[in-house]
């Protein structure tokens, strides 16, 4: 009776004037939810939203657009998943996800997916599954691939496909799909990313994630986003609306508190400008095909693995003299960092000390590559502490000169 007296009463007539004033002005977000484009990246990652009609006449405010997905949804076939063989084994293993950057059979990784933690080495038998054109398994292709270069430092490698369907990559024109480097330097705060991996617990076909940019760190290499990153995602394309490489994904980093309980999750990509670095020593090293001179007869596997000089780590050794006398300080700290990177524990990578002749040997042998080198003398503030990038070759005696404090 309440209802009834209530429906045809004035409170109702004014009730429903009040839905009548607002309503146009909620209506849009309410059948957007939250907008068309935060729709469609919810839908991407959980299945909601699968028979919402889309507002084709009102454009998305933020995410990306019509036309950016349909860009990334191309670059999808140049994302593959990285199988090894481990020991005798018939059937391969999966570890990972891979990126080809050049149609002619160069892929990117994180080195950390070809390494193998309990025998210290690579693995010996590399191979990269692409999904083709179609996620079917008729479209699918299996290359055999070799090392090019590895920075251990940085958890990134350069592979190359050495044959494909048991045809020697030398004998045959290979086209494969590939990405496209894009420009590290135009990457902005918020700026639109897509993660597409082969996550441990994603089954055999792709998996996208959409995020932004949260941080840029030029000096570390790295890249934060909020897209979702999984165990199998490391060794991924991280890409922009216009389909370009901007990072590699490579790890996750968890808020928690003393007690365990997880505030939030970062992810961090390797910057597509490390990988520029490392394609562009191909030819200075030789070991590009198509602009250096024909390669040396093939030989097995294991054999030419030995012979490549990134994966042989070095003792670093040198010296630290006064610059002003030339004698040699003892009891000096010297450390070696990520290059570029802030004195803090995350970025030191091997340490030692000076003896009576000033001689030191850092404890932990590194790669060959560009460093920062640290020196400081304990209790003496008679020296200006020393820091500086250094190039660590094999066979090489770092010589370090330190000045007087501007203190004395």
Same mark, same amino acid.
């Given at each position: 009776?309440?209802?009834?007296?209530?429906l045809?009463?004035?409170?109702?007539i004014?009730?429903?004037?009040?839905?009548?004033?607002f309503?146009?002005?909620?209506?849009?977000?309410?059948?957007?939810?939250w907008?068309?484009?935060?729709?469609?990246a919810?839908?991407?990652?959980?299945?909601?939203?699968?028979?919402?009609?889309?507002?084709?006449?009102?454009?998305?405010?933020?995410?990306?657009?019509?036309?950016?997905?349909?860009?990334?949804?191309?670059?999808?076939?140049?994302?593959? !998943?990285?199988?090894?063989?481990? +020991? #005798? &084994? =018939?059937? %391969?293993?999966?570890?990972?996800?891979? /990126? @080809?950057?050049?149609?002619?059979?160069?892929v990117?990784?994180?080195?950390?997916?070809i390494?193998?933690?309990?025998s210290k080495?690579?693995y010996?038998?590399?191979?990269?599954?692409?999904?083709?054109?179609?996620?079917?398994?008729?479209?699918?292709?299996?290359?055999?691939?070799?090392?090019?270069s590895?920075d251990?430092?940085?958890?990134?490698?350069?592979?190359?496909?050495?044959?494909?369907?048991?045809?020697?990559?030398d004998?045959?024109?290979?086209? !494969?799909?590939?990405?496209?480097? +894009? #420009? &590290? =330097?135009? %990457?902005?705060?918020?700026?639109?990313? /897509? @993660?597409?991996?082969?996550?441990?617990?994603?089954?055999?076909s792709?998996?996208?994630?959409?995020?932004?940019?949260e941080?840029?760190?030029?000096?570390?290499?790295?890249?934060?986003?909020?897209?979702?990153?999984?165990?199998?995602n490391?060794?991924?394309?991280?890409?922009?609306?216009?389909?370009?490489?901007?990072?590699i994904?490579?790890?996750?980093?968890?808020d928690?508190?003393?007690?365990?309980?997880?505030?939030?999750?970062?992810?961090?990509?390797?910057?597509?400008?490390l990988?520029?670095?490392?394609?562009?020593? %191909?030819?200075?090293?030789?070991?590009?095909?198509?602009?250096?001179?024909?390669?040396?007869?093939?030989?097995?596997?294991?054999?030419?693995?030995?012979?490549?000089?990134?994966?042989?780590?070095?003792?670093?050794?040198?010296?630290?003299?006064?610059?002003?006398?030339?004698?040699?300080?003892?009891?000096?700290?010297?450390?070696?960092?990520?290059?570029?990177?802030?004195?803090?524990?995350?970025n030191?990578?091997?340490?030692?000390?000076?003896?009576?002749?000033?001689?030191?040997?850092?404890e932990?042998?590194?790669l060959?590559g560009?460093?920062?080198?640290?020196?400081?003398?304990?209790?003496?503030?008679?020296?200006?502490?020393?820091?500086?990038?250094?190039?660590i070759?094999?066979?090489?005696?770092?010589?370090?000169?330190l000045?007087?404090?501007?203190?004395?």
């Amino acid at each position: 009776m309440f209802a009834s007296s209530f429906l045809t009463g004035p409170r109702f007539i004014a009730l429903l004037a009040v839905l009548i004033l607002f309503l146009p002005v909620a209506s849009p977000v309410l059948s957007n939810g939250w907008s068309n484009a935060t729709a469609d990246a919810l839908f991407s990652q959980s299945g909601k939203f699968a028979n919402k009609p889309q507002e084709k006449d009102s454009p998305p405010e933020k995410g990306l657009t019509a036309e950016a997905r349909a860009i990334v949804r191309s670059a999808v076939p140049a994302v593959g !998943l990285v199988m090894v063989k481990v +020991g #005798d &084994e =018939k059937n %391969l293993s999966y570890r990972g996800s891979a /990126v @080809v950057v050049r149609s002619d059979g160069v892929v990117v990784t994180n080195h950390h997916v070809i390494y193998d933690k309990d025998s210290k080495t690579i693995y010996e038998g590399l191979y990269l599954r692409l999904p083709g054109e179609k996620e079917s398994a008729a479209s699918e292709a299996m290359y055999r691939l070799e090392i090019i270069s590895v920075d251990r430092l940085r958890d990134l490698a350069l592979l190359r496909v050495i044959d494909a369907d048991r045809r020697k990559s030398d004998g045959m024109k290979l086209n !494969l799909a590939s990405l496209e480097l +894009g #420009d &590290e =330097k135009k %990457l902005e705060l918020l700026d639109d990313v /897509v @993660v597409i991996g082969f996550p441990e617990k994603g089954g055999s076909s792709a998996t996208l994630s959409v995020g932004v940019v949260e941080g840029i760190d030029p000096k570390g290499g790295w890249i934060k986003t909020d897209a979702r990153l999984l165990h199998g995602n490391s060794g991924g394309a991280a890409v922009n609306s216009e389909g370009k490489l901007i990072g590699i994904a490579t790890k996750v980093v968890a808020d928690e508190t003393e007690s365990n309980v997880r505030l939030g999750m970062i992810g961090y990509l390797r910057s597509v400008s490390l990988v520029r670095q490392m394609m562009g020593k %191909l030819y200075e090293t030789g070991r590009d095909r198509e602009r250096a001179a024909p390669p040396a007869p093939a030989v097995a596997n294991s054999a030419r693995r030995e012979t490549l000089p990134a994966v042989k780590a070095v003792t670093v050794r040198g010296v630290v003299k006064d610059a002003r006398t030339g004698n040699p300080i003892a009891g000096a700290r010297v450390g070696l960092l990520v290059a570029g990177g802030y004195l803090n524990v995350a970025n030191i990578i091997t340490w030692g000390g000076t003896n009576a002749e000033g001689m030191f040997e850092l404890e932990k042998p590194v790669l060959p590559g560009t460093y920062t080198l640290r020196v400081k003398v304990i209790g003496d503030s008679a020296y200006a502490p020393y820091g500086r990038e250094v190039e660590i070759k094999p066979g090489a005696t770092l010589r370090v000169e330190l000045n007087p404090s501007r203190k004395q």
